[in-house]
């Protein structure tokens, strides 16, 4: 089953400067994670942090879309799972900048099974004692 | 719905490693008393109870007294928020935010 994640945020900014953050790999790092990401189509990059309960904390990515300033999107894959990230961004005037978050990708019947480390391990022990 | 009572949150409360294994210990029993946690920790039962009051606020632990002891037990129910891959980066993605807000006001300063 497929599933998507859809949120909305709205910013006090420019179109250009919340591009930028989202596009910039030090403006990244900054309020996600250490990366290499690089806003290219085909670039492969990784997410970073610190290793958590036998999740490696790496986020392994290819940038799909480059719309400058308005659309971006890339693959997201971790833990077993592979989910597609999508940004929009949406000029609504007086300053005001509409981004909207959308991240599709399947139960996690599936990705329970193929997980080997961190959160899908951890859900898959959490799946049994939800059984019970 | 139970989950707007909870005092703390559920992914804050299973961050913890010690924390996740007391839930492991909880769900092989119907309840134990605190004396039978700490005996499984390197650590005192000042450290275990406060680890136990954090699983109790964020709803995924339930006690009662029992004559002079506290018996606990697993109320596992919370754990399907994260157990659900949309509430965990909703979670994330959220907190991320906070910190962009933030990049993009100094930006403006």
Redesign the interface.
């Known amino acids: 089953m497929s ?3 859809s ?1 909305d ?1 709205q ?3 420019s179109i250009e ?2 591009w930028s ?1 989202l596009t910039d790999s030090s ?1 990244l790092a ?3 994670m250490e990366n290499d990401f690089k806003p290219v189509v085909g670039h492969r990059f990784q997410f970073r942090t610190q290793p958590f ?1 036998g999740w490696d904390g790496i986020i392994d990515g290819e940038v799909l879309i480059v719309d400058a300033p308005n659309r971006l999107s890339y693959t997201w894959a971790s833990a077993g ?1 592979k ?1 597609t990230v999508t940004w929009t961004l949406q000029d609504l005037g007086n300053g005001k900048v509409n981004l909207h ?1 959308e ?1 599709t ?1 399947f ?2 019947a599936q ?1 329970l099974e193929g997980a080997k480390y961190g ?1 899908g391990k ?2 898959g ?3 049994k ?2 059984e ?1 | 719905m139970s989950e707007n009572n909870q005092m703390r949150d559920v992914f804050d409360a299973i961050a913890d490693p010690t924390r996740r294994r007391l839930i492991r210990l909880l769900a092989e029993a119907e309840e134990k008393p605190l004396h039978e946690l700490t005996a499984q920790f390197p650590m005192g039962r000042t450290a275990v109870s406060k680890h136990l009051k954090i699983l109790k606020e964020a709803g995924l632990v339930l006690d009662r007294k029992v004559g002079r002891e506290t018996r606990f037990r697993l109320n596992a129910s919370p754990l399907r928020e994260v157990q659900d891959w949309v509430a965990f980066y909703s979670k994330f993605w959220r907190t991320n935010m906070l910190r962009l807000n933030q990049l993009l006001e100094e930006e403006e300063e």
């Open positions: 599933l998507t994640l949120l945020f910013f006090t900014t400067k919340l953050a403006k900054k309020w996600v309960n799972e989910h978050l991240q990708g139960s996690n990705g959160w951890w859900c022990e959490l799946e004692l939800l019970q």
